[in-house]
């Protein structure tokens, strides 16, 4: 009988063979055959599903037990109140986790005023005796910090956390969630991507903010996301000259399997490469589009949705993994060098037994070696591969995303 087997991947031929070559079957064993620097995890959106981190972290240890810091990326809690957060901390201390664990705060983490009591929602009173500081001090004796924008660093890797310093709603009644960054943290930022630069101009600057930047990733050109900063272009201003940020933007849940989960922000007059922007998932339930008309809807894996980021750092490389925490798989890889940035080849095999490929998904695309066409991958109706043939696979881009490296599989009679 006739087993499932793998061809080779194609080069990545833009890191000029800087990246290993992957056999996808074992992705992982090859990638750490070139020695990492570091490696971290990055999630997002916990709300309250106290369970499913808790299971992220288990995973985290078993999976990628040498993980540095985890980030979560605000939405901490599912309101901000301070025994909500001591929830989350007591997760965490009765599970493995990495040493250094960092925050950014989110608009969950000011829902507080919503509320008369924890079991009496009343938006119509609100703040209902909730003071603006409470909110932001319940995070500061969480997180530790003493400002929404802080700086981290390992191994010399810049992570820059930023955040709103004002829940605005208390400041104008007709806004709600609307980021604000003052000017000192703006000037703050710039001073801190200056100083990195000038010590080396491609060496990764990890940035991290709840929000979503407008038209870079899922959902970013869709209400409710276009307008999640008040200053947009005073933060796009200074971010277009930095090739060589990564910067993590959550908020949406949407599912990292979407061809848009991440890209290249290009600003008018920045330099001509953008910025990388990367979609960090989310812990509690996930969302994607409802189609052409615009909105949202459950991702098929529900409230059961647990996705994330796990990265390996190389030198001034960087290997993306966005992560399946439900399904305990990798489900694509992005690499980023010098400014650039590639999808590398999808985890495809062929199943000779049935002629079919195993792995591949709707947001996936194919080529029979020979022709000049890509066609569209579809699990309800596989195409099949009979005789001796060559198939290319490769992750489909969106947006800001380019269509990823191919994956090269071999059928065989």
């Known amino acids: 009988m006739k087993k499932v087997v793998s061809g080779l991947t194609a080069s990545a031929i833009l890191f000029g063979g800087l990246l290993p070559v992957v056999d996808s079957v074992q992705a992982e064993d090859k990638f750490s055959e070139k020695k990492a620097t570091m490696t971290f995890d ?46 989350v901390q007591d997760v965490l201390d009765q599970n493995p986790h990495p040493k250094q664990v960092w925050y950014s705060i989110g608009n969950h983490e000011f829902y507080v005023p919503k509320w008369k009591n924890p079991q009496t929602l009343a938006q119509s009173t609100w703040p209902n005796g909730t ?28 992570f820059l956390f930023l955040g709103t310093e004002k829940y605005m709603k208390y400041h104008d009644p007709k806004l709600w969630d609307e980021v604000f960054m003052s000017d000192e943290q703006l000037d703050w930022l710039k001073e801190n991507l200056e100083h990195y630069q000038k010590q080396d ?18 959902g970013s050109r869709q209400n409710p996301y276009l307008n999640d900063y008040l200053n947009v272009d ?16 959550s908020h949406t849940h949407w599912d990292l399997n979407l061809p848009d989960w991440a890209g290249k922000k290009k600003v008018d007059g920045g330099d001509k490469r953008g910025f990388t922007v990367v979609n960090t998932g989310g812990i509690e339930t996930g969302w994607m589009s409802a189609g052409p008309n615009g909105g949202e809807k459950v991702t098929p894996d529900g409230g059961t949705f647990k996705q994330g980021l796990r ?27 010098k400014g650039k940035i590639e999808q590398l080849p999808p985890n495809v095999l062929a199943d000779d037994e049935k002629n079919e490929l195993v792995g591949a998904t709707r947001y996936m695309e194919y080529s029979v070696a020979g022709q000049d066409n890509w066609q569209d991958f579809d699990p309800e109706n596989p195409p099949i591969f009979t005789g001796n043939q060559v198939v290319f696979v490769r992750h ?14 071999t059928f065989k009679e």
């Open 201 to 218: 101009k491609d060496k990764p600057i990890f940035i991290f903010s709840h929000h979503v930047l407008p038209d870079s990733v899922s």
């Open 311 to 337: 990265l390996g750092v190389y030198g001034d490389d960087v290997v993306i993994q966005a992560y399946d925490y439900k399904h305990d798989k990798v489900i694509k890889e992005l690499g980023i060098h």
């Open 131 to 158: 003071t603006e500081e409470e909110l932001f001090d319940n995070f500061y004796q969480f997180s530790g910090e003493e400002k929404v924008y802080h700086k981290k660093e390992i191994k010399g890797y810049p």
């Open 396 to 409: 489909k881009g969106e947006m800001n995303l380019e269509d990823g490296l191919p994956k090269k599989v």
């Open 234 to 249: 005073k933060l796009l201003d200074i971010l277009k000259d930095y090739p060589q940020v990564v910067f993590f933007t």
């Open 42 to 87: 990055v999630i997002s959106d916990i709300q309250g599903d106290l369970k499913d981190f808790a299971h992220v972290l288990q995973d985290i240890s078993k999976d990628n037990p040498k993980s540095e810091a985890l980030i979560v990326n605000g939405d901490i809690t599912p309101r901000g109140y301070d025994f909500e957060y001591q929830a």
